[in-house]
C-alpha cells in the first residue's frame, strides 16, 4: 500500500511538470494542420467568401503601479451551419503597427458543420502589442449563415480575475 502511494505522487508529479501546448490536440498535433485541406479550393465554387477583422488586446492598463497587465488571448472561429463546411482561408496575426507578425496556416482548413477550433496566443507573448488583430478568410461552396469569430482574453490582477470578448467584423466580401 506504501508503494502504491508514493508510485502515486511520482505520477502527480511528473503530469505537473508537463508543459501542454494549448493549441495541440490530445494526440499532441496542432489542432489548425489536422483539419487542413490537401488540396486547393477553387474561388469560383465559392459562393460566400468574408474576411473579418478580430481586435486582441494582449495587455490592458490597470493603474500607474501596473500599466501593462498582460492577457492571454484566444481566437475562436464558429462555423454556425448545420449543413455546409466552412473553409478558412486565412489566419494572420497583426502587431499594434500593423505589421504581420505570423500566418497561422499554410492550407485552406474545412470546418465542419457546427465545428469549432480554437487558437491561443499565450500571456507571456507580446509580439502583437495592445493593438493586435487577427485578419480570417473564409467560405463556403454555399450561401451559409455568418460564422461566429471572436476573441476572448482572460487575465488577472491582484486576486481578482476577469474576461472579456472581442467580436469579429466582417470588413469586405473577399474578391
Known sequence: MKYQFVNLLVFL????CVDRDPNKNASGQDQLEVLELDHVLNPAEQKYN?????????????DEN???????????????????????TKI????????LVRQFIDKSIALPEVGTVNYVIERED????????????VSSSKNIAVPRIQAVMIGEYSNKGFSFIAEGTPIRPIE
Open 13 to 16: 508529479a511528473l503530469i505537473a
Open 50 to 62: 468574408e474576411v473579418f477583422y478580430v481586435p486582441i488586446y494582449s495587455d490592458i492598463y490597470v
Open 66 to 88: 501596473n500599466p501593462n497587465n498582460l492577457l492571454s488571448a484566444t481566437l475562436s472561429i464558429r462555423n454556425v451551419s448545420l449543413t455546409d463546411t466552412l473553409y478558412i
Open 92 to 99: 494572420d496575426y497583426y502587431d499594434t503597427d500593423g505589421n
Open 126 to 137: 507580446v509580439s502583437g502589442g495592445a493593438g493586435a488583430n487577427f485578419i480570417v478568410e
